[in-house]
């Protein structure tokens, strides 16, 4: 497994990313927080049954619409197929959405854990203090739902990196780390997020190591995911033999379909584009793309003088104050909306029912899994597609 003298050079030249790539994001990152309380309502039909999954969406409807769920089905699991619903502790309301709709997601993501390498050379997991075991019973409530933190390698640099890639007693210190830890707290197992970080460099040495710690997961009756970027327009970063290497050891890749438009004005991912990634990864349709979990975005994006992050509270705020019409992108599948504030014209792309329904239809036809990032950050009524 390690590291033939070449690849060790290699490693050593490599002056890492010290700014981090297109990762799901921690605290303090674009994605805003939503502090503001809610309380749920509830509807005697379903949002289908109301008719509001609809490419001529109306923003009344929604105004008046969004905070009401089916009262009746927040234990009906309509899509078969793995979900995973990322949470972090800087959007409070994701907490209360897991334990409403807990029974809807296979795995609930969150965002807790950050593992360091210290000065010494050993490794050391942080976030702890935000685990809240109370929580945790409730969303498992005699569900199937597992819970698996997200595992965010946090600060670290080229030489940090060098330094694990290159050890085996380093891979196996870090692996029997992290296990204690989560058996430790009774968790599933973890969501690892490193790739990006990487920025497709050195991949032998990384898939070496992640084959690793996800066999010695097995072993220990822990699960593994891995958040992975999108292989289509972002460069090379992640591929189809990344996967095939992989895949027999990894039980589920958390697919960030997201952020096409990287700050230019436009959707947040186009149908076709999301498409063309998972075709990318796994070509062939099968058994492989279960494992694939394509990432629906529960945020949108404001374009006036800059790009700024728009969560679901905001969202609702612009409409209210803005009142207009939105507009259907057919190619892209997402809904706009434009409106002109202090002379700044905006576009503003945010998920609609629609743009999430055609997303889940997607991924059932393609044989996938879901993931959403993240449930603190969307509306209500759109549990109800799940």
Known sequence: ???????????????????????????????????????????????????????????????????????????????????????????????????????KFSVVSPVWLQIKRREDGSFNIEGGHDINNE??????????????????FDGWSGTDYQALLSSEAAVKELTAVAVSFLKTNGFSGTVVEIWSQLGGQVKEPLRNF????????????????????????KGNLFDAEDFRSLSPRVDGFSLMTYDYSSGSIGPNAPIKWMKECVEAIVPEPGPDRSKLLLGLNFYGYDYGTTPEAVV???????????????????????????????????????????????????AKEMGTGISIWEIGQGLDYFYDLL
Request: charged share 25%.
């Open 135 to 152: 929580w945790m019973r409730e969303v498992k409530n005699g569900r199937s739902v597992e819970i698996m933190p997200r595992l965010f």
């Open 210 to 233: 992640l084959n690793y710690m996800a066999e010695t997961f097995q072993l220990n009756e822990l699960k593994f995911f891995l958040v992975i970027p999108p292989p289509v327009g």
């Open 1 to 103: 497994m390690y590291l033939p003298a070449c690849v060790r050079v290699l490693l050593f030249a490599f002056i890492l990313l010290e700014q981090q790539s297109d990762c799901t994001l921690k605290q303090g990152d674009k994605k805003k927080s939503d502090r503001k309380e809610k309380e749920f309502k509830l509807a005697e039909k379903s949002v289908v049954q109301r008719k509001l999954v609809s490419e001529k969406a109306k923003v009344k409807d929604i105004l008046k619409q969004h905070l009401s769920y089916y009262a009746k089905g927040t234990e009906n699991k309509h899509f078969e197929g793995l979900a995973l619903a990322y949470v972090t502790p800087w959007n409070n309301h994701g907490y209360d959405i897991a334990k409403v709709f807990g029974a």
């Open 312 to 362: 679901g509270s905001q969202y609702i705020e612009i409409l209210k104050s803005q009142g207009s019409k939105l507009k259907w992108d057919s190619e892209a599948a997402e809904h706009k909306f434009e409106y002109t504030m202090w002379q700044v014209p905006h576009h503003l792309y945010y998920p609609t029912l629609k743009s999430i329904s055609d997303r889940i239809e997607l």
